[in-house]
């Protein structure tokens, strides 16, 4: 028998807000979180791009010092969503091997990494930190949040590039139906702002270069999109059995229907045109649901910016919806907070949960000149999504063909 899973707990942070309800109340009106970079890095390495989507709080001024100390940056952002999320949740009573990690990132310690690179060279091997491997892992926000939670069921990474915060909801639905937890923690995050990584997706010209603008450089569906805004940060959801929530009385958000998980094999960066594995991946995660396309309320689209990326995810819409498409709201988050690389999936997935929860699809910002040739329901204003059951979908798609889809279902029970 198929479980039903629900949310009963979100947090996040990222370049609009430093909780979930902060980046909601935000994006809700239209905030911008790109800025431009005020770093001596940015002049001394003559970056081509001096502008990003930084979180606005930074996250060791939340956790304690020795915590801080220990944790790469990315590290420190999920742990920072992690006990908000659980927090929210009501800090659930659940035995320790009854409750899972399942969490993403794109990149991973970067910041470590590179700062140690810099040690050796200018002070020798012995001045490198004995926590360096333990930070700069991929799993080691996966690994900490375990330790933090006495979370004994397991403690799983997904690195999928952007795909990766949607593929990791997606094994913690699969977790769940094989009885493995009955509470999983799932999300991801990024802290990637750094020299190389902005030197490199400017180097393959996929940022946009607006230094003039931060605020409006990032808009999805226009006719001018030059590119994404990189941004940073993390979010979580708590998910449960539904058995499980009302046995302790939980406030409950929405439920996660389905997911689905697909890849192009195309090449190592560009999406298919076509759109066709983007398209599969939507049709498993409501096959999941046991939805119809023509049950679906509302789309948070991946929607980055790019001149190719926008234009491919249109083509898979349309491929699954038909020309309903055009009626569907449609929100691009990215919008506001930027890219957060491996943790976009997952506050875009806290979108999805308040918007079904809520019903209003957050607005595009920067919504000027809608290209032609995407003619989706988007609005730099709210959208109302009306009465009645809700069900959205939230698209997430990385390099490497990586493509991930959620769906969220209003909780009415």
């Known amino acids: 028998m198929t479980k039903r899973i629900v949310v009963t707990g979100i947090g996040a942070s990222s370049a609009i807000g430093g909780t979930a309800p902060e980046n909601w109340q935000n994006l809700l009106a239209g905030a911008s979180g790109a800025r431009t970079l005020e770093h001596d890095w940015v002049e001394e390495y003559q970056l081509p791009v001096t502008f990003a989507a930084e979180a606005v709080v930074r996250p060791e001024t939340v956790l304690d010092r020795p915590m801080a100390k220990r944790l790469d940056p990315a590290s420190q952002f999920a742990m920072v969503a992690a006990m908000e999320a659980w927090q929210d949740a009501g800090a659930p009573e659940v035995a320790p091997e009854r409750l899972g990690v399942d969490f993403a990132t794109g990149i991973g310690g970067v910041w470590t990494l590179l700062d140690a690179w810099d040690t050796l060279r200018e002070k020798g091997p012995r001045r490198v930190m004995p926590m360096t491997v333990p930070m700069l892992m991929p799993n080691a926000a996966a690994g900490n949040l375990s330790l933090h939670f006495n979370a004994r069921a397991f403690a799983r990474t997904v690195a999928s590039a952007c795909a990766s915060s949607v593929e990791s909801i997606a ?11 009955d509470v999983v923690i799932a999300g991801g995050t990024e802290s990637a702002i750094h020299p190389i990584t902005v030197a490199a997706f400017a180097s393959m010209q996929a940022l946009s270069r607006r230094n003039d603008s931060p605020e409006t450089a990032s808009r999805p569906f226009t006719s001018d999109r030059d590119g994404f805004v990189m941004g ?7 998910l449960e059995t539904e ?17 689905g998980t697909t890849a192009d094999s195309y090449h190592i960066t560009a999406n298919d045109p076509s ?3 983007a398209a599969r991946a939507v049709k ?3 096959e999941q649901a046991g939805a119809a396309p023509d049950e679906v309320t509302h789309i948070n689209a991946h929607a980055t910016s790019t001149p190719v990326g926008d234009v491919a995810e249109y083509a898979a819409l349309k491929s699954v919806f038909g020309d309903r498409v055009h009626e569907i709201p449609i929100s691009a988050t990215k919008a506001s907070t930027g890219h957060l690389l491996g943790g976009t999936g997952a506050i875009e997935s806290v979108f999805s949960v308040l918007a079904v929860k809520e019903r209003v699809a957050p607005p595009t910002i920067n919504l ?15 959208q109302p999504l009306g009465d009645g059951p809700q069900l959205a979908i939230s698209n997430s798609f990385g390099f490497g063909g990586h493509n991930a889809v959620a769906a969220f279902a209003s909780y009415d029970d």
């Open 171 to 181: 094994s913690a639905y699969e977790h769940m139906q094989l009885g493995l937890a």
């Open 232 to 238: 940073e940060g993390a979010a979580v959801l708590i």
């Open 243 to 259: 058995e499980h929530a009302l046995a302790r009385g939980a406030k409950i958000y929405a439920r996660l229907a389905g997911a």
């Open 275 to 277: 759109g066709q594995g």
């Open 284 to 286: 498993l995660a409501l």
């Open 368 to 382: 000027v000149n809608q290209d032609p040739e995407i003619p989706v329901r988007a609005s730099s204003q709210p």
